[in-house]
């Protein structure tokens, strides 16, 4: 079965950071496609950040250069360290698998973050 496990949200001023965890359990991590994915109330989940394998990275725009995403498939954990945030951050982050899409019951709990003074 399938378990996902965030960690690392929290409230933060503008322009600062967070690192994100999920450790994952279930599957074999280690050579799936990990992505984080973030939802504010009201609107789609979005996908922020992209991992193939260990080398291979994407962003979306909105968070290129600020975030960067990393694994250690020795502990079967992804990470996603975020800088110069901003509240336009603000939202549940999840981690999932995006290649294929995930499951509707695959979904961890997810951490909020919070970018405000």
């Known amino acids: 079965q399938v378990q996902l496990v965030e960690s690392g949200g929290g409230l933060v001023q503008p322009g600062g950071s967070l690192r994100l965890s999920c450790v994952a359990s279930?599957?074999?991590?280690?050579?799936?496609?990990m992505g984080w994915y973030r939802q504010i109330p009201g609107k789609q989940r979005e996908l922020v950040a992209r991992s193939w394998g260990t080398a291979i990275t994407r962003y979306a725009d909105s968070v290129k250069g600020r975030f960067t995403i990393s694994r250690d498939n020795a502990k079967n954990t992804l990470y996603l360290q975020m800088r110069s945030l901003k509240p336009e951050d603000t939202a549940v982050y999840y981690c999932?698998?995006?290649?294929?899409?995930?499951?509707?019951?695959?979904w961890g709990p997810g951490t909020q973050v919070i970018v405000s003074s």
């Open positions: 279930g599957f074999i991590f280690s050579t799936t496609n």
């Open positions: 999932n698998r995006f290649d294929p899409p995930p499951s509707s019951s695959s």
